[in-house]
């Protein structure tokens, strides 16, 4: 993971070796934004609820109410259990 910005309220954005964006919120929650630099830049910048929640209990991926995931998300199989304790 790599930082690329900084978000008011201590967000920061980060982006994986494959293109895929994150923000790391202050609650802390981990958010799989995009895997298109151009359509992360908009979610971003307009606000989406386009985006996933990663559950740290379940460590799966949680779809807005009402969406479906677009394909598979990325997940480091090293993550087995919450790896903010």
């Known amino acids: 993971m790599y930082e690329i910005a900084g978000l008011t309220e201590n967000n920061t954005v980060l982006m994986d070796e494959n293109g895929n964006f994150y923000i790391i ?4 929650q981990f958010i ?3 895997d298109n630099a151009f359509e992360a830049l908009v979610k ?3 606000g ?3 985006m996933y929640i990663l559950n740290e209990h379940t ?3 949680m779809p807005p109410v009402g969406k479906e995931l677009p394909h598979p998300l990325p997940i480091n199989p090293l993550f087995e259990d919450n790896p903010w304790g």
């Open 32 to 34: 799989w934004v995009s």
């Open 59 to 61: 460590m799966k991926w």
């Open 44 to 46: 971003i910048v307009m």
């Open 48 to 50: 989406s609820g386009d």
């Open 25 to 28: 919120d202050f609650i802390p």
